[in-house]
């Protein structure tokens, strides 16, 4: 077999023999074609597979842990939210609009598959920084990207009727030839009413739905596993192309069918199109299948069947239906103009047999194709650099303009406010929407009308993070506190964090120093998830997020994506973010007196050009308290939040600037280490919560009873000025300038 | 009374209007499909917010030429309430039932966020619970709510009194900062001549609990039921 064609195929010699041992024969070029996709890094996680054991999956609320297209949590006696977050990132950088748009309707499609009303997205991206666009060799630059890229997301958000309703934006050099692009959504059902993706019987008859299938994105899996090249430009035919008022249909059609109980599983066209479908259905009901190609709804004229199998078409959806009801599914389908055709049935065989106008162009057992996709035990080996980065003291940092720092921190695009984002999100349809983007996490009401009807009294909170540098500087205690982190923006809302759902954006696996940072990150973030009891209940990983340049190689941070999410008895109890009252108490909670350290901060990174510095280890214990204490005490706590990238300062100012109106701050930190330590450290677990003066001494009693630090540093004032002092230092301030320099970045470079 | 809510394929505000009417107004509401022609024994007809038909062509065309579409235009001529939000308002326009047209955005982007609109005329059927220069706060969201009609007919509708509301900040001041979309004299919404037919880009549905941030939206709401 000639290695062009398998490499075309994104396959192995060794694993080409592998497949002939499998199947006791040669492949035919169609048989290739569903191997090469499904057996891609993509589909089967043949690199990171090992590493992802070390995960909990369980808790008694765990509905469905991975392996089903999204993970459910149950939130009250009735209901249960399905959700998952998924990368986008390879189709993102060819074609930033498309890329993206077709990664938000390929998530809300997984929440759909389960039963579940997709009721909200959130979206995590990371960008190069555009302040170095210009600069670059053979690198694009982030700013149209970062445009194509929220556009696209917009576009099909905002059409579909999801609203969008947080996530990050991180700007970062090393994602300038990745940027990564991952999504999120979110469903609601009622917890009996789940559905799988899976057949219940044999010869029950398989329903294709939606939108006719054309060329696009054919071999898409492949693509998403490879590096990029200068090549990957000819890829732009890979990249699918969405059409969300196709998955509003089908969003309407598939959760009719469901509340009428005419289907019996569902699934959602991904990647590897219909052989990937079918062919995951087999596996999971423990069937054969049987596929007629003439039978697909086709956009265009002249597609072979190998195309047809592979395609990678959008808002196209798998019905298991029993024989008696398939006229009705059709009927339905018909009503809201989609596609639809009986294209196979289950079988007995185990196998996939694949037939093209009368001729049998496939038959492969399906274990072979989904169940036996090698496996890489590859090397791993401790990065050099760590030597270096680990050696750093931050003693040695010189001494700083404290007030030009706090500027250059509070603008710096990572941090700066990320309204230009959000406005272009439709976050209000579906009028669930209580606690909007712009805070720690955003909050959810858990209602809607129709199909179907749900009305829980409770709330949901979601907050995403994912900061590739700690993890970066320490794979291990950095996916400690990817996820201690996330965990806790839902807690500062009052609400009891549930579970997560992860992406692990990673470079190139075949480099031993990047498994190396896979292997530490998964174990860090399983023991946090552990002592946290926020289990793992689904997720996906992206890799070769590598760019190839004709000189080197460069590599994204390791970037775990994690997705938290909790429940709130009432949405009415959702703490806010932001200050609420002047004369209101300023207090800090938790390591309030622990050595600041600046390693990896935003600080470190924008005022002094460096990442650098190891991280020490995150204290669970202090957060599974700070936890407590907040939703004990959250009838008294008028504000909180966390702090985090920025650091302490940012947190104290953030909540400073509501929406229609700037409080003034007066700031007194009694401490005995360098202020700017002090000010932008972001390792310590501390909280900064407001309350009023009665409640103060009542939560400083709570606080001391749970074993928390408690710090009173100040009070929020009306006069829009901000006077802190810290430590020797002092500094005046007028709060609209600083706002208007947190305010102002993201408009002018990406405008 | 009774409210019919337009399901054009692609609308997306319908559930969520269909909601506020059931639960927080307590009034009866029907989903009428796209593909229906008969109307009889409603009260008002909501044409909501969302994607009709994908915004194929341009927001709002392909919806203006549906069978719905038709017997709602029949409903308006015998004096019907009809209301059109956002989405709404720009199959209003395009079918002709108001004036005007709603262009893209003059920045290009798509808006969400809570806007401040005054009240010009609380002489209508959808603002007789509002004072005359009432500032409300309501959610808007949208691409293409430049609102855009000639110099002659703008004449024409002010002395009639069609211009409703306007974009305005939060004291009432009709500015070009306050203006979200580059709308012509910053109009947010319109009505017909009969003041029977309205059209608005904000989302009075989407201000009708005070847990969302603001229920302003009651005041339009509102002022329809004391209209029947």
């Known amino acids: ?751 | 009374m009774k409210f019919g809510v337009a399901v054009y394929p692609g609308s997306n505000c319908d559930y969520d209007t269909y909601r506020v009417i059931r639960d927080v107004l307590n009034e009866e509401v029907n989903f009428i499909d796209y593909r229906e022609t008969n109307i009889k024994g409603y009260d008002c007809i909501i044409l909501p917010g969302g994607f009709s038909f994908g915004d194929y062509l341009r927001p709002g065309a392909l919806a203006s030429h549906t069978p719905l579409t038709g017997a709602v235009k029949d409903f308006a001529d015998k004096g019907g309430l009809v209301i059109g939000i956002c989405n709404g308002f720009q199959i209003l326009t395009e079918a002709h039932l108001l004036p005007g047209a709603l262009l893209p955005n003059a920045h290009g982007k798509f808006v969400c966020k809570h806007q401040y609109i005054k009240v010009e005329n609380n002489n209508t059927p959808f603002t007789n619970n509002c004072e005359k220069g009432q500032v409300l706060k309501i959610p808007i969201a949208h691409h293409d709510g430049n609102y855009f009609v000639d110099e002659d007919t703008l004449k024409e509708m002010e002395d009639n009194g069609q211009i409703v509301v306007r974009y305005c900040d939060k004291e009432g001041n009709i500015t070009d900062e306050a203006n979200p979309n580059g709308s012509i004299k910053n109009i947010a919404g319109v009505c017909n001549k009969e003041k029977n037919v309205f059209g608005l880009m904000p989302h009075p549905e989407r201000a009708a609990e005070s847990i969302l941030g603001t229920d302003d939206g009651i005041y339009i709401l509102k002022s329809i039921l004391n209209s029947i």
């Open chain 1, 1 to 751: 077999m000639d290695e062009k064609i398998l490499s075309a195929h994104g396959l192995t010699l060794e694993e080409y023999k592998r497949i002939i041992e499998l199947i006791g024969r040669e492949p035919n070029e169609v048989e290739l074609g569903i191997f090469g996709a499904l057996w891609s890094e993509h589909c089967s996680y043949k690199s990171s597979k090992p590493f992802l054991k070390v995960f909990p999956t369980d808790a008694p609320w765990v509905i469905q842990g991975p392996g089903e297209n999204a993970g459910v949590v149950e939130i009250d006696d009735k209901y249960a939210v399905a959700f998952k977050v998924e990368s986008h990132n390879h189709p993102s950088y060819i074609e930033p609009f498309h890329g993206a748009a077709t990664g938000v309707g390929g998530i809300i499609r997984d929440i759909l598959s389960m039963g579940a009303r997709p009721v909200c997205a959130f979206d995590s991206l990371r960008f190069g920084d555009p302040r170095n666009d210009g600069n670059r060799k053979n690198i694009k630059d982030a700013k149209p990207i970062a445009q194509g890229v929220v556009k696209g997301i917009g576009f099909y958000g905002n059409c579909i009727g999801v609203p969008t309703i947080g996530g990050e934006v991180v700007f970062d050099e090393v994602y300038a030839g990745n940027p990564l692009v991952n999504a999120f959504c979110l469903g609601i059902l009622e917890k009996d009413k789940m559905y799988r993706a899976r057949a219940t019987k044999i010869g029950q008859k398989m329903v294709m739905v939606g939108s006719a299938t054309g060329r696009d994105g054919i071999h898409g899996a492949t693509m998403a596993s490879a590096e990029f090249s200068e090549e990957t430009e000819d890829k732009r035919p890979n990249v699918q192309i969405g059409d969300p008022f196709f998955g509003k249909r089908l969003i309407e059609c598939t959760l009719e069918v469901m509340q009428k109980s005419l289907i019996e599983g569902c699934q959602d066209f991904g990647a590897a199109g219909l052989a990937g479908s079918t062919s995951e259905f087999g596996s999971k009901s423990g069937m054969g299948v049987r596929v007629y190609l003439e039978n697909v709804p086709l956009r265009e004229e002249g597609m072979t069947p190998y195309e047809i199998l592979l395609s990678e078409s959008q808002e196209r959806m798998l019905y298991a239906v029993d024989e008696d009801k398939v006229d009705e599914v059709l009927k339905i389908a018909k009503w809201y103009g989609l596609e639809a055709a009986v294209i196979g049935e289950t079988t007995d065989t185990k196998r996939m047999e694949v037939f093209y106008k009368g001729e049998k162009i496939a038959d492969l057992p399906i274990s072979a194709i989904v169940d036996d996709a090698p496996v890489y035990d590859r090397p791993r080996k401790k990065p050099e650099y760590l030597e270096e980065t680990q050696k750093f003291d931050q003693n040695e940092l010189p001494e700083v303009d404290l007030k030009e720092a706090i500027k250059k921190v509070l603008s710096s695009p990572t941090i700066a406010k990320k309204e230009w984002v959000y406005r272009q999100y439709d976050h209000e349809v579906g009028i669930n929407t209580v606690v909007k983007p712009g805070s720690d996490a955003a909050v959810l009401r858990v209602k809607w009308a129709v199909k179907p009807e749900i009305n829980s009294e409770r709330a949901v909170a979601i907050s995403s993070d994912g900061n590739g540098r700690w993890v970066y500087l320490n794979p291990y205690e950095g996916g400690k506190r990817v996820v201690a982190e996330a965990v806790r923006n839902i807690y500062v809302t009052g609400a009891k964090p549930l579970a997560i759902t992860d992406c692990l954006n990673w470079g190139n696996p075949e480099n031993p120093e990047i498994m190396w940072q896979f292997e530490q990150a998964t174990k860090g973030m399983a023991d946090a998830c552990k002592k946290l009891n926020t289990p793992v209940v689904g997720g996906n990983v992206s890799l070769y997020n590598e760019t190839v340049l004709p000189d080197k190689r460069i590599n994204v941070y390791p970037t775990p994506v994690v997705v938290a999410v909790g429940v709130l008895d009432k949405p009415e109890d959702a703490i806010p973010s932001f200050y609420q009252q002047e004369g209101d108490v300023i207090v800090i909670i938790g390591e309030v007196d622990k050595e600041p350290i600046v390693n990896g901060s935003e600080y470190l990174k924008e005022v002094h050009g460096k990442v650098t510095g190891d991280l020490p280890p995150i204290d669970l214990d202090m957060e599974l308290k700070l936890s407590s204490f907040i939703r004990e005490n959250k009838k008294l706590i008028k504000s909180a939040h966390d702090v985090s990238d920025g650091g302490l300062i940012t947190a104290l100012l953030e909540p400073a600037f509501q929406e229609e109106k700037t409080f003034g701050l007066n700031i007194n930190i009694e401490t005995k280490h360098r202020p700017d330590f002090e000010l932008f450290d972001e390792l310590r677990s501390i909280i900064v919560i407001s309350t009023s003066k009665n409640n103060l001494p009542k939560l400083e009693e709570e606080a001391k009873k749970i074993g928390i630090g408690f710090k009173v540093i100040g009070k929020v004032d009306n006069d829009s000025k901000l006077t802190l002092k810290v430590g020797n230092a002092e500094i005046e301030e007028n709060m609209e300038e600083l706002r208007k320099n947190w305010e102002k970045t993201l408009k002018e470079l990406l405008d």
